[in-house]
């Protein structure tokens, strides 16, 4: 059964740092593309950033980059967002989601308040 949990989310100072982990199994995890959402209250669920299957190519929403680095151990099946500077803006609920080829999969989510 595909599985996705993510771990590491709580509540931050703005300026603060935290890291998101995202454990899969049930899947081939290096065969898959991974990303993070983010959703807010009240609005809809938004890319953050994303990463192919070698790890060598990355994207980011324009209002993370330069802030968030996505990376991926595939010998851990494990996908990271590593989230510096952050502001009030970036508090969410943040998904992980995973790609293979046919398949669309997500975690339960973890939540992310930026608040001093």
């Known amino acids: 059964q595909p599985q996705l949990v993510e771990s590491g989310g709580g509540l931050v100072q703005p300026g603060g740092s935290l890291r998101l982990s995202c454990a899969a199994s049930?899947?081939?995890?290096?065969?898959?593309?991974m990303s993070w959402y983010r959703q807010a209250p009240g609005k809809e669920r938004d890319l953050v950033a994303g990463?192919?299957?070698?790890?060598?190519?990355?994207n980011y929403a324009y209002s993370v980059k330069g802030r968030f680095t996505i990376s991926r151990d595939n010998a851990k099946n494990t996908v990271y967002l590593q989230m510096n500077s952050l502001k009030s803006e970036d508090t969410a609920v943040y998904y992980c989601?995973?790609?293979?080829?046919?398949?669309?999969?997500w975690g339960q989510g973890t939540q992310v308040t930026v608040s001093s």
């Open positions: 990463i192919n299957i070698g790890g060598r190519t990355t």
């Open positions: 989601n995973a790609r293979p080829t046919g398949f669309d999969y």
């Open positions: 049930g899947f081939t995890f290096s065969m898959a593309a």
